[in-house]
């Protein structure tokens, strides 16, 4: 079982910078692609950002230039740099860790970190 333990959100003015962390339980992170999700009142959860176990990278056109997402194999741990960030940037964030194994998916999901962009 693997567990998922986000950090890092909060409140911040428009123009401001959060960074975001996930710390992963469990021995697979390393080959798994890993995830930041958001998903504001009222709307779907979207994809915001990913990266692959080779370290290559996704961003949702709307965070493209601004954020910034990275993993520490060594720490189990990834995170999302959120620089220029907007209003619109408001939203409970969640980490996702996906692999594939002997043939079965897996996914799992962290408890969600709260960011919130206001004057």
């Known amino acids: 079982q693997v567990q998922l333990v986000e950090s890092g959100g909060g409140l911040v003015q428009p123009g401001g910078s959060l960074r975001l962390s996930c710390a992963a339980s469990g021995s697979i992170f390393s080959i798994s692609t890993m995830g930041w999700y958001r998903q504001a009142p009222g709307k779907q959860r979207e994809l915001v950002a990913h990266i692959t176990s080779g370290g290559t990278t996704n961003y949702a056109d709307s965070v493209k230039g601004r954020f910034t997402i990275s993993r520490d194999n060594a720490k189990n741990t990834v995170y999302l740099q959120m620089n220029s960030l907007k209003p619109e940037d408001t939203a409970n964030y969640y980490c996702?860790?996906?692999?594939?194994?002997?043939?079965?998916?897996?996914?799992?999901w962290g408890q969600g970190t709260q960011v919130t962009v206001s004057s």
């Open positions: 996702n860790l996906e692999t594939t194994l002997l043939a079965r998916e897996y996914k799992y």
